[in-house]
């Protein structure tokens, strides 16, 4: 069982650092773009160069949060279904509990809700946790001196592990099923 939720943590974890990386980066360099023409399209040189790359790694850690909701929303899709280790998760009907083979986004719409808080939950246990064990071990003041874009998606992301293991018994639509 161990094995099946490595697996699905690892597809998923690819799935989410690609989804919003490429997203964010996308959207930044449209941004860059953007600003860069509305400004009368200045001739290329390193002082242009410099201040462009200067918006798009403005821009991207503010791209990522938001890119980061997206893709753990379009990632609930294909966590179900997916056979690894002998196990997969199977989303259930509403109405007739029956298991869905074909899942749309508006079926993952409560179980997503469930799971993102479930998640929120697990990301802030993890901040009481590194939180206190850098007032106790370090010389920084708060949270706001360290915690960043970077470190929330860390947190994501094992939260996203125990998350899938507790998905099960906290929703009534998801079930583990041997495939």
């Not at 246990?125 to 949270?143: D, E, N, P, R, Y």
Request: hydrophobic fraction near 55%.
């Amino acid at each position: 069982m161990s094995k099946f939720y490595t697996v699905l943590w690892l597809k998923w974890a690819l799935r989410i650092t690609l989804c919003s990386l490429f997203l964010a980066l996308f959207l930044s360099l449209l941004v860059t773009t953007l600003t860069y023409f509305m400004q009368g399209s200045a001739s290329l040189n390193a002082e242009v160069f410099s201040a462009l790359k200067s918006i798009v790694l403005f821009w991207f850690p503010l791209l990522w949060s938001f890119t980061l909701l997206v893709a753990l929303f379009r990632s609930t899709k294909y966590i179900f279904n997916n056979c690894c280790g002998g196990y997969q998760l199977k989303l259930l009907s509403c109405e007739l509990k029956e298991e869905l083979e074909v899942i749309g986004y508006g079926d993952l719409l409560k179980v997503w809700r469930k799971w993102f808080m479930l998640i929120i939950w697990l990301v802030g246990a993890q901040m009481v946790l590194v939180t206190t064990l850098s007032k106790l071990f370090t010389t920084l003041g708060g949270v706001f001196e360290w915690f960043n874009i970077f470190w929330l998606f860390g947190f994501v992301l094992v939260a996203g592990y125990f998350s899938f293991m507790l998905l099960g018994n906290r929703c009534k639509r998801v079930k583990v099923s041997r495939c």
